[in-house]
């Protein structure tokens, strides 16, 4: 038999060694041609007797198989796209079950397994690196599942952080290896577990040098000639115990649910599925249970939340990192050396990722005090990852070397790269560019992280404008994974280029947008916050306004966010808006509110201890602050639930989608990214774009138009969006 996907090898004893070995990739994946191959071995396998028993491995250097090409799931697939009814879309879901349950059955009948009339020949794993997802339940398929003796290799089932289940048996051997409790943690959270681990969990059986792995495994499948798992023989119990009258699992279902629906407020069907399937798959027959996974899986498949997650959150995440918004005119950059200018709270972040993506950072400040606590700041983050053991020792000490603090700009003269944080002050920024300009090379490239400056007036003071671009962080910038990139008028395709190419070794997601006030992110935060302010100032209950967020799936409501932003700067901004804009100012309606707060009651925000919250000096937990009905009486009346979510959701899409309509951002991709990555939009909607699609542009249109009616000219539709509904449009082609 010939593969393309992978190479089988039949030795002397008549085991199989399969390596899996996807050409042309760097890493291997379950896509359509290796579920072809596998699929056909798998066949021969459960009825050639000249094979005894097979070893499953990976040729990749880079790990074993890190589960399912989402391109093939999603919108449902190919394969389901293809098949016409509903029972063959079902059938070709069922399709990887199917198949590693005739693994590890070699085809026999449950039944004959059960009373001992028949037994699976033997197959192991020989796992020399990551196994994730379907790659993980290809492993435990297997009767004897060895790996790698390396903490860096990941084992999991990271499905749920699309919106999926995993859906090759993880649902069902998991928890029969080990335990529901485990399992469900695995699973509902996504994130993997290292082989140490696993094998305290009775996830594998062994852990081994990479390069005795396969030779072990074959060890073992000469030494088991008839096996049959666990789960195939009579008496066989789940360890911890499950089933509807067991003690502990009973306990168990219920705590779960709850806590899941505490989490996810409902917007993630994908863990109530997970945890219906370890309950239902645990109270009938393998075979079935495996069948009750597929059919949750499918329903999964065809849900927005998926279609959106996996569009925007792996598909489009993906692309942007990949630089699909890179002039493909310029050749990979190479960035060795960078400048960061000012040291303060962005300088000092800016430098430590800068230094984490293994370049050389040269931090300059006006004083050499301020440049070297900007250094510190990087010593502060180290130190802790060395303390938690996340990070060696001589790690940290590399980092830190790679970061020189200076106030003499002639230290600058070898850098490829100049990022710029000084303050926000157009003269600063001038003097700074000027100087920097005298001592760079004439190739470097000039990068601003100013937040309200456009790009194109500060290249003014650029000799060499062409090479000057924004590029916009966020803080805490170790954190936060989204970098706005703004080209200026007269920047050019390598200034692009090298800013993509930078983010891409800081490992962060860059979205392209255009050089105008704000950008993309700081043109919908502030209105959706003053919605939040305003509901305040109507008498709407802070704490109905907090968890309507909450219950959005957003991470923090946003009156704590506008605390934590400071509501001291809210009103300086305004401020400064209002006497650069004069009579041309449009009041949002908060001026009054941010007066009493700030002028009145010196409530400034989390950083004074007090502002819509109240922040105790022992460190103990925030709380609303009851004062606030005092000057801003609580209404009779309040909002429902729904209505509270629906406004603050709306105060997010709509200015959203006045950025698309203008072209700040240029595609519902860089929209979706930009609002999940830059300020927590929640990511079951796959971003404003996805759920507009989601809720569909007709309805949209009539919804915000509502809105307008009943809260003001804010939330009328953009043209753009009454022309789609009108057309029929989406944003984004079906799938
Ligand atoms: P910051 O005040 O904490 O730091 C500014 C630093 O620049 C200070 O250490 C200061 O000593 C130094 N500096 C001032 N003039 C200088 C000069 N002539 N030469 C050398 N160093 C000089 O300010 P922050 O918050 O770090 O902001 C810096 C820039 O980043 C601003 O343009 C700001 O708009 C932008 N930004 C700020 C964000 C934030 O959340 N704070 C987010 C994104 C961008």
Redesign the pocket.
């Known amino acids: 038999m010939t593969y393309t996907a992978m190479k089988v090898d039949l030795d002397a004893d008549g085991i199989a060694l399969v390596t899996i070995d996807l050409p042309g990739q760097s890493m291997n994946v379950w896509n359509e041609a290796l579920m072809t191959d596998f699929s056909a071995f798998v066949e021969d396998f459960a009825k050639n007797d000249a094979v005894k028993g097979a070893v499953i491995t990976s040729g990749k250097a880079s790990g074993f198989l890190a589960g399912a090409d989402l391109r093939m799931l999603g919108g449902g697939g190919p394969k389901t796209a293809r098949a016409a009814t509903k029972q063959e879309q079902f059938e070709a879901v069922f399709g990887l079950n199917k198949m590693l349950r005739k693994l590890e059955t070699s085809g026999h009948p449950a039944k004959a397994l059960l009373n001992g009339d028949a037994y699976a020949k033997p197959v192991a794993a020989a796992v020399n690196g990551l196994a994730l997802g379907g790659g993980l339940e290809l492993v435990l398929a297997c009767h004897h599942r060895i790996v790698a003796d390396d903490p860096k290799v990941q084992l999991g089932v990271p499905e749920v952080q699309v919106g999926l289940l995993p859906g090759g048996g993880g649902t069902q051997r998991l928890p029969r290896l080990a335990g529901l409790q485990n399992a469900a943690m695995l699973a509902t959270q996504g994130q993997p577990i290292d082989p140490q681990t696993a094998l305290a969990q009775g996830i594998i059986q062994e852990v081994a040098p990479r390069d005795q792995l396969v030779a072990k495994a074959k060890a073992w499948v000469k030494a088991n000639p008839k096996v049959v798992q666990p789960w195939d023989k009579k008496g066989f119990k789940y360890p911890g115990g499950a089933g509807p009258t067991h003690p502990a699992a009973v306990q168990f279902h219920m705590a779960s649910n709850a806590m899941a629906q505490r989490e996810t407020n409902h917007n993630y069907p994908a863990v109530q599925y997970i945890l219906s399937c370890l309950y239902e798959g645990s109270v009938v027959p393998f075979d079935t249970a495996l069948k009750i996974e597929s059919k949750y899986f499918f329903k999964l498949l065809q849900s927005p939340q998926a279609r959106n997650m996996i569009r925007t959150l792996f598909i489009n995440k993906q692309a942007a990192e990949k630089g699909e918004q890179r002039p493909k005119s310029v050749e990979k950059l190479s960035i060795r050396k960078v400048g960061v200018?000012?040291?303060?709270?962005?300088?000092?972040?800016i430098a430590y990722v800068t230094a984490k993506g293994g370049m050389e950072v040269v931090l300059?400040?006006?004083?050499l005090p301020?440049?070297e606590?900007?250094k510190a700041y990087s010593k502060s983050i180290v130190d802790k990852a060395v303390g938690k053991g996340k990070m060696t020792q001589a790690k940290a000490d590399e980092l830190l070397a790679r970061i020189k603090p200076t106030?003499d700009y002639a230290d600058l003269k070898d850098v490829d790269m100049i990022i710029?944080?000084?303050?926000?002050?157009p003269d600063?920024?001038a003097?700074?560019i000027r100087?920097t300009e005298a001592v760079i090379r004439n190739d470097v490239i000039f990068a601003?992280?100013?937040?309200?400056?456009p790009i194109t007036g500060l290249a003014k003071h650029s000799e060499r404008p062409d090479q000057f671009i924004g590029v916009?962080?966020?803080?805490p910038?170790d954190k936060m994974p989204l970098v706005e990139i703004i080209p200026g008028a007269r920047s050019g395709d390598k200034a692009l280029a090298m800013a993509l190419d930078y983010v891409g070794m800081i490992k962060k997601t860059p979205i392209v947008v255009k050089d105008t006030r704000g950008f993309y992110t700081n043109r919908v935060v502030p209105p959706y916050l003053n919605e939040a302010m305003l509901m305040v100032k109507e008498g709407v209950k802070p704490a109905l306004i907090e968890n309507a967020a909450k219950s959005l799936g957003l991470p923090v409501g946003p009156l704590a966010l506008v605390d934590e932003?400071s509501l001291e700067l809210g009103k300086r901004i305004m401020d400064a808006t209002k006497k650069e804009l004069g009579k041309d100012y449009k009041p949002t309606g908060v001026e009054e509110l941010m007066e009493v707060m700030v002028t009145k009651l010196g409530r400034m925000g989390r950083k004074a201890g007090k502002g819509f919250y109240e922040y105790p000096s022992d460190g103990g937990k925030k709380f609303l602050w009851k004062g606030i009905a005092d000057y801003f009486p609580t209404a009779k009346e309040q909002p429902s639930l729904e209505e509270a979510k629906e406004r603050i959701l709306y105060a997010q899409l709509i200015p959203a989608a006045q950025c698309y309509a203008d072209g700040i951002v240029h595609d519902p991709q860089s929209a979706d990214l930009g609002a999940i990555f830059g300020w927590g939009f929640p990511p079951w909607t796959g971003g404003p774009m996805s759920h507009i699609d989601t809720i569909g542009v007709e309805e949209f249109v009539r919804k915000a138009d509502s809105l307008a009616q009943k809260y003001g000219a804010r939330f009328a539709p953009p043209q753009k969006f009454r022309d789609m509904a009108a057309k029929k449009e989406t944003l984004y082609k079906a799938a």
Do not use: I, P, Q
């Open positions: 200018l000012g040291a303060g709270m962005m300088g000092a972040g300059l400040d006006r004083d301020y440049a606590k900007g106030v710029e944080a000084v303050f926000e002050d600063v920024k003097d700074v100087k601003s992280n100013t937040s309200t400056l916009h962080f966020f803080s910038v932003t």
